[in-house]
């Protein structure tokens, strides 16, 4: 760093930091480093300015700092990030800011060396890609990823590297001094997927998990794969080794469903990988050391019952590494327009037949076939990042004469993926599945039953288990539930994951809740806050609303009653516009209302927003309709009433109960909301594991009627005393009780019911159920027990059933 | 109805869902599947595996269900012997699948409310009882050829020939 002086006052934008950092405890006397800045007083020193012995992680620091408001920034502004990849906005930011660094300054201060890389860069990446990784859905799918990671690396690699070659060799590049084994080696470069990327735009495109995954686990793997064949340094094939061992082993074992499984198993297999002394392989031991760090975290993080802030942290060393990017092109030299061309169309022609070919291989053997549409995201997805970038930085100048040149074509590759095409993938795959969906506007009748088809496709779906039976997975879970969280977690913590004492918890909370809204409702609000809809008596006073479906003939009818209208022809003709318009309204609902089967609504959940999901709405609704159904055919099995007519009414009057008690349900449900929030969003990730997560009717939460009434009521062959219930049996079900995703095991079963069983809970008699809610073995103890306090005559269910 | 190895794993997950080893599925092991319970069809698609108030499913059953979401082989149809009875995976019998399920007493239509409620499963709380009401009537009217308020399997099948039943009720590793 030279001129230190002139630097001083060039630097006044950073400097104005600086004194804050370095002043308080550089306060000292006359002591000074070399070349250090000095205050321009003489004799006692009170201040100095220390600029070269805190220069690395202050800078580190600072931009780590820039580049994390940048991110929150972008994501203030959704409209923005919906157009605009993140990766290309982190690129701008880069090149703004070293644009001013080099004005500044002049000189580049910054440069990416192998340290700053591999010890500051990697480790975030690679353990914010694995703490968020999709476990379930990665290894289902761990052959093709494999296969396209390692293999379509290579070909990657080897083609475009034997295309600029060709085209280096047919004179268009003009006069470089470049050999063939340089051009693999940029070829293997360049290959490199970008992790990062990759999510950033599949996340605002929506595309199909299994693609997704697929993309993304192969960029996760493709990056060991570069290295291997890279090979920077000399010692880059032991890198490369244990950096592909590391990597996956990093991330997928600190990695579990919540965070609540972390394993010492990563940290035990990667010293003993490692050869002994090469400082090369430093950076996996260091990778070895987090894993523990941020295992001892995670329990703590699987506490919070509501999902952690988002964090911008994961991307934030690509973003340095983006950013570093774009600070270095404005320092680059050599802007030759002889490599860019060429490079460009080689490097992707080859990626997308190397992906074709592979697909057609791959289909063969796979369950869920790759279409047309699935390839042409994959080959067009394959943007180039930060990783990219950093290794073509690494090259060393001596080995490869041509390095500026190498980097400068980096730096514009990756511009270029990620602003061009992470710009234009999303219309690209709108526009594809527009042109692939049927033009005829369907009949209502196809639109009904094929929403219904998929429906039932996607119930057979689940019960004939194609997502996969893994052994081997199973083992994991038992293996892990068995020694690894008795090891490895705290007791509360442990305890948390008893599904028992959450459900006794929170069904206590939500009586109590309850029991307040309940008490407003008695009161004077009860008639104002009931909607419209239950009051047909206001329709009448109020003007006719044009929105809506009244318009039906029955309402025609009804609004003509009091007119004298005689004249039919005009009833008829006002009948049929009528009809076209309920056509229209009535398609429109049906859209807008219809439920959406599994597989259209299961997109992979955004790391950057909450939104609140709708499709946690709609599971709700079928979820509690589905329990009430449930428990209505108990209760009418169990009182011996005559079913239908029963049923009938029962959920006629849920059903009034339900929209006037449709405000009460939106102050308790945001308690479980968060949670839900969490577990339902992994529960898509996890294509739910629900063979094993099963019990929310059964076991679960001992001592609830519920499970003890069906069991009692289909399986009659059983012991009169009761089941086992199983729950309570040491251990053997601790799995499946980990594996459930909270909101389908508690309250919600047993709040309906309980309310079932119990008068609202104006009665103080009611809260005595809860009191003796022991957690009793036999699940006929907990039936009786309900019967206790339901002596007196249930005709009809009360009524607020709905939670 | 099928290869052998889709049957091995059916059985295997036969075995799976079995959970106390009864030999037989009760409708408790099969609402366990929590996927199920926030499907909207979820519970009559329970109730199709026991046909006639059956309390258990034991494995052919089982089997029998499923082997409704085959996937069509093209080849099949060519060469089938016309005698024999059209395989459970045929066009007709998928739609005969579903059509059960619609048709809660069996009559062989879908009655005017029985549509309404199955509107009412699969539409969102949000919707009134007039719209419903609406929807039903007018879907009912769009298949009903014949007049009677009601929907035949003949019209059901009619109205919804141009949909392609085979790819949507077909799942790959039942074949």
Redo the contacts between chains.
């Keep these: 760093m030279s001129g230190r002086g002139a630097a001083g006052s060039g630097r006044g934008l950073l400097l104005a930091l600086l004194p804050a950092l370095c002043a308080l405890p550089r306060v000292r006397g006359v002591e000074e480093g070399p070349g250090s800045a000095h205050g321009h007083s003489q004799g006692f020193q009170v201040v100095t300015f220390e600029w070269l012995h805190v220069q690395d992680p202050y800078i580190i620091a600072l931009w780590i700092l820039v580049a994390s408001l940048a991110k929150i920034g972008f994501h203030l502004s959704h409209k923005v990030t919906s157009v605009v990849p993140e990766s290309a906005l982190l690129i701008v930011l880069g090149l703004v800011l070293g644009g001013i660094v080099w004005a500044a300054d002049h000189i580049a201060s910054f440069t990416l060396t192998p340290t700053v890389f591999f010890f500051y860069l990697l480790p975030p990446i690679v353990l914010d890609a694995g703490y968020f990784m999709p476990n379930r859905l990665f290894f289902g799918n761990l052959g093709t990823i494999l296969l396209y990671a390692v293999v379509g690396t290579v070909w990657n690699a080897a083609t475009t590297g034997l295309s600029l070659y060709g085209v280096f060799l047919s004179g268009l590049m003009g006069d470089l001094n470049v050999g063939l084994l340089d051009f693999l080696l940029f070829g293997s470069l360049i290959a490199a997927v970008d992790p990062v990327a990759v999510l950033a735009v599949f996340e605002e495109v929506h595309v199909n998990e299994v693609l997704f995954i697929i993309v993304f686990g192969e960029s996760l793997l493709n990056d060991a794969v570069t290295v291997v064949s890279g090979c920077p340094e000399g010692s880059g094939a032991w890198h490369g080794a244990s950096l592909c061992i590391s990597r996956p082993l990093a991330t997928t074992f600190p990695a579990s469903q919540r965070g609540t499984r972390p394993s010492p198993a990563s940290s035990v297999l990667l010293p003993s990988r490692q050869p002994p002394v090469s400082p090369a392989v430093r950076p996996p031991r260091r990778l070895s050391a987090l894993p523990p760090g941020s295992q001892s975290r995670t329990p703590l993080w699987a506490q919070t019952p509501c999902r952690p802030f988002p964090s911008p942290r994961r991307e934030q060393p690509s973003a340095l590494g983006l950013s570093s990017g774009g600070a270095a092109r404005v320092r680059q030299g050599p802007w030759s327009w002889d490599t860019r061309p060429p490079l460009l169309p080689g490097s992707q022609g080859g990626r997308t037949l190397g992906v074709v070919l592979q697909t057609w291989v791959l289909n063969r053997y796979r369950?869920?076939?790759l279409e047309i549409i699935d390839q042409v995201v994959m080959s067009y997805g394959g943007l180039r990042g930060a990783v990219a970038f950093a290794l073509v930085v690494l090259l060393d100048e001596k080995k490869v004469k041509e390095r500026d040149l190498f980097v400068s074509t980096t730096i514009i590759v990756v511009f270029f993926t990620v602003i061009f095409q992470g710009l234009t993938i999303k219309p690209l795959v709108q526009w594809l599945k527009v042109k692939r969906s049927e033009h005829?506007e369907p009949?209502?009748?196809?639109k009904?039953?094929?929403?219904?088809?998929?429906?039932?496709?996607?119930?057979?779906?689940?019960?004939?288990?194609?997502i996969g039976?893994n052994y081997l997975r199973d083992k994991w879970s038992n293996f892990d539930r068995k020694f690894l969280s008795k090891i490895l977690m705290r007791r509360s913590a442990q305890k948390s994951r008893d599904r028992i004492l959450n459900v006794f918890h929170e069904l206590n909370l939500k009586d109590a809740i309850s029991y307040v809204a309940e008490g407003e409702r008695r009161g004077s609000l009860a008639f104002i806050r009931s909607p419209s809809?239950d009051n047909m008596v206001n329709v009448d006073f109020s003007t006719p609303r044009p929105s809506?479906?009244?318009a039906?003939v029955s309402?025609l009818l009804r609004e003509n009653v009091s007119a004298v209208c005689l004249d039919m022809q005009s009833l008829e003709q006002r009948r049929r516009s009528i009809r076209d318009t309920?056509?229209m309204v009535?398609h429109h609902?049906?859209q807008q209302?219809?439920?959406k089967p599994?597989q259209e609504y299961k997109h992979l959940y955004s790391r950057h927003e909450l939104t609140p999901n709708e499709d946690e709405?709609?599971?709700k609704?079928?979820?509690h309709?589905?329990?009430r159904?449930?428990l209505e055919s108990f209760k009418s099995a169990k009182l011996g009433v005559n079913p239908n007519k029963k049923a009938a009414k029962l959920y006629k009057r849920e059903?009034a109960q339900?929209?006037r008690n449709?405000s009460i349900p939106n102050g308790i449900l945001p308690l479980e909301s968060p949670m839900n929030n969490l577990t339902i969003k992994e529960k898509d990730l996890e294509l739910?594991d629900?063979?094993e997560?099963?019990?929310?009717?059964?076991e679960v939460g001992g001592g609830i009627e519920f499970l003890a009434s069906?069991?009692q009521d289909?399986?009659?062959t059983d012991s009169p005393s009761g089941i086992d219930n199983p729950v309570f049996s040491p251990d053997e079900d601790l799995s499946i009780l980990s594996r459930?995703?909270p909101w389908?095991s508690p309250g919600e079963t047993v709040v309906p019911s309980q309310r079932a069983r119990v008068q609202i809970p104006c009665s103080p008699g009611n809260f005595r159920r809860l009191a003796p809610f022991r957690l009793s073995s036999k699940s006929v103890d907990s039936f009786l027990q309900a019967d206790g306090p339901e002596e007196q005559p249930h005709a009809t269910l009360p009524e607020s059933t709905h939670m | 109805l099928g290869s052998r190895a889709s049957l091995l794993?059916?059985y295997?997950?036969f075995r799976?869902?079995d959970?106390n080893k009864?030999g037989y599925l009760?409708?408790?092991d099969?609402?366990?599947?929590?996927?199920?319970?926030?499907?909207?069809?979820?519970?009559r698609?329970i109730d199709s595996f026991f046909p006639d108030g059956n309390?258990r499913v034991d494995f052919p059953g089982f089997v029998r269900v499923?082997a409704h979401?085959r996937p069509v082989d093209d080849d099949d149809s060519g060469m089938r012997d016309p005698k024999q009875p059209e395989p459970l995976n045929s066009r007709m019998n998928k739609l005969r699948f579903?059509f059960q399920?619609y048709d809660l007493d069996r009559d062989g239509k879908i009655s005017r409310h029985e549509m309404l409620q199955?509107?009412r499963?699969?539409?969102?709380?949000?919707?009134?009882?007039?719209?419903l009401?609406?929807?039903t009537?007018?879907?009912v009217q769009?298949?009903d050829e014949d007049g009677d308020g009601a929907v035949s399997f003949l019209e059901f099948t009619k109205?919804?020939e141009?949909?392609d039943?085979e790819q949507?009720?077909s799942?790959?590793?039942?074949k």
């Design positions: 369950m869920v076939q005829r009949k209502l009748n196809e009904l039953h094929g929403r219904a088809f998929d429906h039932i496709l996607s119930a057979i779906e689940d019960i004939s288990g194609q039976h809809t809506t479906v009244e039906s309402y309920e056509d009535t609902t049906l209302y219809l439920y599994r709405k709609q599971d609704e079928i979820f309709r589905t329990m159904k449930r059903r339900k929209r449709s739910s629900p063979e997560a099963p019990d929310y009717g059964a069906i069991t289909t399986t009659a459930v995703p389908l | 794993r059916l295997h997950r799976a869902l959970r009864k009760s409708r408790v099969l609402q366990q599947i929590g996927a199920l319970a926030v499907n909207p069809l979820g519970e698609i309390l499923l979401f579903v399920l199955v509107l499963l699969m539409v969102g709380v949000q919707v009134t009882e007039e719209q009401e609406s929807i009537d007018r879907t769009e298949a109205s919804l141009k949909m039943i949507k009720m799942i790959r590793i039942l």
